[in-house]
């Protein structure tokens, strides 16, 4: 059992999962955390909300100082990920390079205890530069010797979030019309950030050896139904209409040409529409951790006043 004084090092903190973890840690009494981010401007929102908290502004992906910040500690919780991109040299930094140092770094300080976060993707039909580079860091992981485990979430959303979810809210209350691929029938699984983080504080506490756990938002719900449930939460009166998904995505690879960082790619409208269907493991039973309704967890996202209004930059 992890004790709540030992020092926990988080990779990728200042991002979507991170700002919700370090959140659900202090609030479980966790009160030596390190966070570790090469974005700045996430970085800082992370110091302000949290100034308790030691931040490290550093690129994982380049040997340096940050490698001492493991020395004394209990457990790692690798979450640094590139999730998006327009070639696949990121994907290869931040991905595989920067896990390979953070690996590196782990075993020289003699951490114990390792908690990865995968992704679903890797029990996917889809072939793009994410999930192909999730793959390969599972398989560094795994093949590293070091004692861990290994979480993998499907879809995510909740507070911070820059992207998918979070976009689409943001989106959907600035424009009059919403464009939906086809007729929207492409079933997901959205997993709830703050019940993800639950399991992964379970697994800091616990420290389940070599074992890999599917996290599967326990609601099936299609993607237009996603959508019509943050109008309804939101109160918005946004019009829904249905475009052919040839010409959807025609518009997402148009956009593209303009934008260094699309929050919607083509890649992901191939996935979206790939016919994945998760199974994962029942969290209750796992980590105790009984998850919140849908709709109720769309409101808290969106509409809470304590971390809803927070974006973080992509």
């Avoid at 700045?40 to 490290?56: P, S």
């Avoid at 640094?80 to 896990?99: D, Y």
């Avoid at 994962?280 to 796992?286: I, K, L, M, S, Y």
């Avoid at 919140?292 to 809803?308: G, K, L, N, Q």
Wanted: proline share 5%; net charge neutral.
């Amino acid at each position: 059992m992890t004790d709540k004084h030992a020092k926990i090092v988080i990779t990728g903190a200042a991002g979507l999962v991170g700002q919700n973890l370090i959140v659900e840690l202090k609030q479980q009494g966790y009160t030596r955390l390190v966070a570790i981010d090469k974005h700045a401007h996430n970085l800082a929102i992370l110091q302000k909300l949290h100034a308790d908290v030691r931040a490290v502004h550093a690129d994982l992906a380049e040997p340096g100082p940050w490698a001492e910040e493991f020395v004394g500690a209990s457990c790692v919780v690798q979450l640094h990920a590139q999730i998006t991109g327009k070639t696949s040299e990121p994907f290869v930094r931040n991905n595989l390079t920067a896990t390979e140092h953070v690996l590196a770094a782990t075993r020289a300080a003699a951490v114990p205890y390792l908690v990865h976060i995968s992704s679903s993707v890797v029990n996917s039909v889809a072939k793009d530069d994410y999930t192909n580079t999730k793959r390969e860091q599972e398989e560094m992981v795994v093949a590293s010797g070091l004692r861990h485990c290994v979480l993998r979430p499907t879809l995510m959303f909740g507070w911070f979030d820059p992207k998918h979810l979070g976009w689409l809210s943001r989106f959907m209350a600035r424009t009059p019309v919403f464009p939906i691929p086809g007729d929207g029938r492409f079933m997901r699984q959205p997993l709830y950030e703050r019940d993800f983080c639950r399991c992964i504080a379970k697994c800091i506490e616990t420290e389940p050896d070599g074992q890999a756990f599917d996290i599967v938002g326990d609601t099936r719900v299609d993607y237009v139904d996603i959508i019509r449930t943050i109008k309804r939460v939101k109160k918005l009166r946004t019009m829904i209409v249905h475009i052919p998904i040839g010409f959807f995505a025609f518009l997402l690879r148009v956009y593209s040409l303009f934008s260094n960082k699309p929050p919607f790619t083509a890649d992901q409208l191939k996935a979206l529409s790939a016919g994945d269907d998760f199974k994962g493991v029942d969290t209750e039973a796992v980590f105790g951790v009984r998850q919140t309704p849908f709709e109720d967890a769309i409101r808290e996202s969106y509409t809470d006043p304590r971390y809803s209004h927070i974006v973080l930059q992509r």
